[in-house]
């Protein structure tokens, strides 16, 4: 259970640190009015930040399906 807590967090960090390097590059993109490359960026982050929220989404239905029992 530690190690599976632990693998969660080194995972939702790295979503995180993705999630910057993401934003970073989508306002040098804007800056720079490259049009398409904006819509890509946001295309990818989005795609991360629901990756970031799922996690999230299955522990609390694991933690309910334990308090339904």
Not at 38 to 51: M, P, T, W
Request: glycine letters at 0%; hydrophobic letters at 40%; a negative charge.
């Amino acid at each position: 259970m530690i190690a599976q807590h632990y693998n969660s967090i080194h995972v939702e960090n790295n979503l995180l640190k993705q999630i910057k390097i993401k934003e970073n590059q989508l306002k040098i993109a804007q800056e720079s009015n490259m049009l398409y490359v904006v819509e890509a960026l946001q295309n990818e982050l989005l795609e991360l930040q629901c990756q970031l929220s799922e996690p999230q989404d299955l522990e609390i239905q694991a933690l309910m399906s334990l308090l339904d029992d």
